[in-house]
């Protein structure tokens, strides 16, 4: 026997809050034997309502009359019908989430209930919440695999050259003299600060990186950073300056942090500007804040690759760093309570800003 018309071959009888078998999450109706969920307790409501009115009409009628009987009536039906479309939309958006919670269970990040432009507003804000948690949590567990398979290619490298040299020594291919040694030791070196940069992130991003405040002279923090260059931009043949306007004010900052990031955005400025080239360390004031700057005279950085620059393993096409060091720097300073901003031109170099509260976080 064909199924009527309208409904599918598995489907029982539609329920009062049933909405004419659209298909979604849930709902007043499914599989023969399948519970109705909230349209069972919301009819129950609805019973209790209409009962308590009906009352109403007849007590109205016994003592008032006919006319008030009739008046009454159709203000019983007017509540009827719209406590009726109210508990019917709630029941079947409440068994949508029921259902779309269960999905969520099994890991199924990917579903939404939607927007609900009618209904009670309590059950609207309630789905709206819901599908925000969903979407975060989409993001999140594709930022996940996403961050695991960068992790996997950035070992991947030194982990390569350190058991290629190994082997090759132990072959006999390499002789074991310092010269090949080093080359092992150096990739150690890149495993040890990937490690490191990685372990910050990670506290950063938790919000458990332990900051050590306490009054910083900004000024003595880019000299100390520029002196430490000297040598480093010497060999490259770049000229590195301080350039400190006026008296800088005492900030409460974790002054090993921040200089960590100066140090980054100077090396970053070193590898890419090219011989006499210039990099320039600035310190001044703005309302309210510190303005650190790093400025460099190198090709710039691409108008695509910009806006990203301080996402996780981001790196231009002629990178040799990790992707790693503008993310943390970025972390670092919002964890200060700061901004970091970023401005470039190709062929006319870039200027990375550094905004630091001068009350603290």
């Given at each position: 026997?064909?199924?009527?018309?309208?409904?599918?071959?598995?489907?029982?009888?539609?329920?009062?809050?049933?909405?004419?078998?659209?298909?979604?999450?849930?709902?007043?109706?499914?599989?023969?034997?399948r519970r109705r969920g909230f349209g069972c307790f919301?009819?129950?409501?609805?019973?209790?309502?209409?009962?308590?009115?009906?009352?109403?009409?007849?007590?109205?009628?016994?003592?008032?009359?006919?006319?008030?009987?009739?008046?009454?009536?159709?203000?019983?039906?007017?509540?009827?019908?719209?406590?009726?479309?109210?508990?019917?939309?709630?029941?079947?958006?409440?068994?949508?989430?029921?259902?779309?919670?269960?999905?969520?269970?099994?890991?199924?990040?990917?579903?939404?209930?939607?927007?609900?432009?009618?209904?009670?507003?309590?059950?609207?804000?309630?789905?709206?919440?819901?599908?925000?948690?969903?979407?975060?949590?989409?993001?999140?567990?594709?930022?996940?695999?996403?961050?695991?398979?960068e992790i996997s290619h950035e070992l991947r490298t030194?982990?390569?050259?350190?058991?290629?040299?190994?082997?090759?020594?132990?072959?006999?291919?390499?002789?074991?003299?310092?010269?090949?040694?080093?080359?092992?030791?150096?990739?150690?070196?890149?495993?040890?600060?990937?490690?490191?940069?990685?372990?910050?992130?990670?506290?950063?991003?938790?919000?458990?990186?332990?900051?050590?405040?306490?009054?910083?002279?900004?000024?003595?923090?880019?000299?100390?950073?520029?002196?430490?260059?000297?040598?480093?931009?010497?060999?490259?043949?770049?000229?590195?300056?301080?350039?400190?306007?006026?008296?800088?004010?005492?900030?409460?900052?974790?002054?090993?942090?921040?200089?960590?990031?100066?140090?980054?955005?100077?090396?970053?400025?070193?590898?890419?500007?090219?011989?006499?080239?210039?990099?320039?360390?600035?310190?001044?004031?703005?309302?309210?804040?510190?303005?650190?700057?790093?400025?460099?005279?190198?090709?710039?950085?691409?108008?695509?690759?910009?806006?990203?620059?301080?996402?996780?393993?981001?790196?231009?096409?002629?990178?040799?760093?990790?992707?790693?060091?503008?993310?943390?720097?970025?972390?670092?300073?919002?964890?200060?309570?700061?901004?970091?901003?970023?401005?470039?031109?190709?062929?006319?170099?870039?200027?990375?800003?550094?905004?630091?509260?001068?009350?603290?976080?």
């Amino acid at each position: 026997m064909p199924a009527p018309q309208g409904r599918r071959p598995d489907e029982g009888r539609w329920g009062p809050w049933s909405d004419g078998g659209r298909p979604r999450w849930g709902g007043g109706y499914g599989p023969r034997g399948r519970r109705r969920g909230f349209g069972c307790f919301f009819g129950l409501i609805f019973l209790i309502v209409a009962g308590s009115l009906i009352a109403t009409i007849g007590y109205v009628l016994s003592h008032f009359g006919g006319l008030a009987a009739f008046i009454a009536l159709a203000v019983v039906v007017a509540i009827l019908l719209g406590v009726g479309r109210g508990l019917r939309s709630a029941a079947a958006t409440l068994d949508e989430l029921v259902e779309a919670t269960r999905a969520v269970e099994t890991g199924d990040y990917t579903v939404r209930v939607g927007p609900k432009p009618r209904g009670l507003r309590p059950v609207r804000q309630l789905v709206a919440g819901f599908d925000t948690m969903t979407a975060r949590l989409e993001t999140d567990e594709r930022q996940r695999r996403t961050l695991l398979a960068e992790i996997s290619h950035e070992l991947r490298t030194p982990l390569a050259v350190v058991q290629g040299n190994l082997e090759a020594i132990i072959d006999g291919v390499y002789p074991p003299d310092p010269a090949h040694l080093a080359v092992v030791l150096d990739e150690t070196r890149v495993l040890a600060r990937l490690i490191d940069d990685l372990r910050t992130m990670a506290l950063s991003e938790a919000g458990t990186l332990a900051l050590h405040r306490e009054p910083t002279d900004p000024e003595l923090l880019v000299v100390d950073v520029v002196r430490s260059f000297e040598a480093a931009a010497a060999a490259a043949g770049v000229e590195l300056a301080a350039a400190i306007e006026g008296d800088l004010p005492l900030i409460d900052i974790d002054p090993v942090r921040i200089r960590e990031v100066l140090a980054n955005l100077v090396a970053n400025a070193l590898r890419h500007t090219p011989a006499d080239g210039r990099v320039t360390v600035a310190g001044s004031t703005e309302p309210g804040w510190i303005l650190l700057e790093v400025r460099d005279t190198g090709r710039g950085v691409e108008p695509e690759l910009l806006p990203h620059i301080f996402d996780r393993f981001v790196t231009g096409d002629d990178s040799r760093g990790s992707g790693l060091g503008l993310a943390i720097a970025r972390q670092l300073v919002v964890a200060h309570g700061g901004e970091i901003t970023a401005e470039s031109m190709l062929g006319s170099g870039t200027t990375i800003r550094v905004r630091l509260p001068l009350t603290g976080d």
